[in-house]
């Protein structure tokens, strides 16, 4: 769990510092998306651990769960894109999906982080 933290949290900062066109969802307050692919438990840890990361920041964070529809999937990001996120974190339901999130969050020069497994 702290090494997820430590990457979620690493992550959210490069988000922060890589964001030039950050809009503020509050006065000060930068907000980011994290979208999983459904609510099970290594989705719900993942983004536990991305909240924890975001206050320990001052971010704030809006959680998408896509259900496992790459159209439910898209959607997310189009609106995380749409109301001015700095950044997406996103654990795409599926290669397509996220070559098509990538795609739409670069057109809107959005950055998207996309986990990965780390080796022990």
Not at 1 to 29: H, P, Y
Not at 95 to 112: G, H, N, Q
């Amino acid at each position: 769990m702290l090494r997820r933290l430590f990457l979620t949290m690493l992550i959210l900062a490069i988000i922060i510092a890589g964001s030039g066109s950050v809009v503020l969802a509050e006065e000060n307050e930068i907000e980011i998306a994290f979208i999983r692919a459904t609510g099970e438990p290594y989705y719900q840890y993942g983004s536990q651990a991305a909240e924890v990361a975001a206050k320990k920041l001052g971010v704030k964070m809006v959680v998408y769960t896509s259900n496992f529809d790459s159209a439910q999937e898209l959607a997310n990001v189009q609106d995380a894109i749409a109301r001015g996120c700095g950044g997406i974190l996103i654990y795409a339901v599926s290669l397509s999906s996220e070559r098509a999130a990538v795609d739409t969050a670069s057109k809107a020069k959005v950055p998207i982080f996309i986990p990965g497994w780390l080796s022990h």
